[in-house]
C-alpha cells in the first residue's frame, strides 16, 4: 500500500537558517504530492504541491521537487522565519488509493528569534 | 468563498450525549472528507463523500454516523462516544475525488468526551 515516511523531528533552528525536511513516498502508479502545514490550533493548510515528476512546487519561499528516481519529495526553505514554526505534513495522493490522501507522521518545526 | 466552515469549534459532551459537526463549503466542490486528528499525529480518514453519497467508510464505529445533505453541506452525528474519540475533527473538500486535486481543510471541532 502507500506510505509516506517523514524525518522524525522536533526539529529546532534560528531564525534565517535553512530548512530540510526530508520526505520519501511509496506508492502504486503516479502519485501527486503534497506539503501541508499546521499552525498551533488550526485545521492543516496546503503549502505546495507536485502533480508529476520533476515538478517543483513552491509558496512563501518554500520549495519541494518531485523526484521519481529517489521516490523522495523534500522541503526546503532558505531563511526560515519564527512565523514558520508549525507543523509539516507530507502527503500523496494516488488513484490505487481511491484517492485518499497518504500522510507521514508530521514533523514539528520550532524557529527561535 | 474559498474556504471550509466547520461549527462548532469546540464542543464538550458526555458519553451518553447525541450532537452534530456542521462543515460547510460554498466552492463546488463534488468530493467531501472526515478526519479525526489526535495530538501530535497526523489526520486519520474516517469518511468520504463523492457527489453527495458516501463512497469510503474506514471502519469507523457507528456511534459516528455521516450525513450530507446537499453538495455543500456535511455532518458528523455523535452518539454515545466514548473519552477515547477526544480529537479534533477535520472536514476537508475537494473538486472531485480526482489524484492531483488537494484537499481543503477547515479549521476543525475540537471534541472532548468527559
Known amino acids: 500500500g502507500d506510505s509516506v515516511t517523514q524525518m522524525e523531528g522536533p526539529v529546532t533552528l534560528s531564525e534565517e537558517a535553512f530548512l530540510t525536511i526530508n520526505c520519501t513516498y511509496t506508492?502504486?502508479?503516479?502519485?501527486?504530492l503534497f506539503w501541508y502545514v499546521q499552525y498551533p490550533g488550526e485545521g492543516l493548510q496546503l503549502l505546495l504541491k507536485?502533480?508529476?515528476?520533476?515538478d517543483k512546487g513552491s509558496n512563501k519561499g518554500f520549495e519541494a521537487t518531485y523526484r521519481k528516481e529517489t521516490t523522495s519529495f523534500h522541503l526546503e526553505k532558505g531563511s526560515v522565519q519564527v512565523s514558520d514554526s508549525a507543523v509539516y505534513f507530507c502527503?500523496?495522493?494516488?488513484?490505487?488509493?481511491?484517492?485518499?490522501?497518504?500522510f507521514g507522521k508530521g514533523t514539528l518545526l520550532t524557529v527561535n528569534p | 468563498d474559498t474556504e471550509v466552515t466547520q461549527t462548532p469549534k469546540h464542543l464538550v459532551m458526555g458519553m451518553t450525549n447525541k450532537k452534530s459537526l456542521k462543515c460547510e463549503q460554498h466552492?463546488?466542490?463534488?468530493?467531501m472528507y472526515w478526519y479525526k486528528q489526535k495530538a501530535k499525529k497526523p489526520p486519520e480518514l474516517m469518511f468520504v463523500?463523492?457527489?453527495?453519497?458516501?463512497?469510503i467508510n474506514e471502519s469507523v464505529p457507528s456511534r459516528f454516523s455521516p450525513e450530507c445533505p446537499n453538495s455543500s453541506l456535511l455532518n458528523l452525528h455523535l452518539h454515545a462516544l466514548q473519552p477515547e474519540d477526544s480529537a479534533l475533527y477535520l472536514c476537508?473538500?475537494?473538486?472531485?475525488?480526482?489524484?492531483?486535486?488537494?484537499?481543503?481543510f477547515g479549521p476543525g471541532t475540537r471534541l472532548t468526551v468527559l
Open positions: 466552492m463546488g466542490h463534488r468530493a
Open positions: 476537508a473538500s475537494t473538486p472531485s475525488s480526482g489524484v492531483s486535486n488537494e484537499q481543503f
Open positions: 506508492a502504486t502508479g503516479y502519485p501527486s
Open positions: 502527503a500523496l495522493s494516488s488513484g490505487g488509493s481511491n484517492y485518499k490522501l497518504t
Open positions: 463523500y463523492s457527489y453527495e453519497k458516501l463512497s
Open positions: 507536485a502533480t508529476k515528476a520533476d
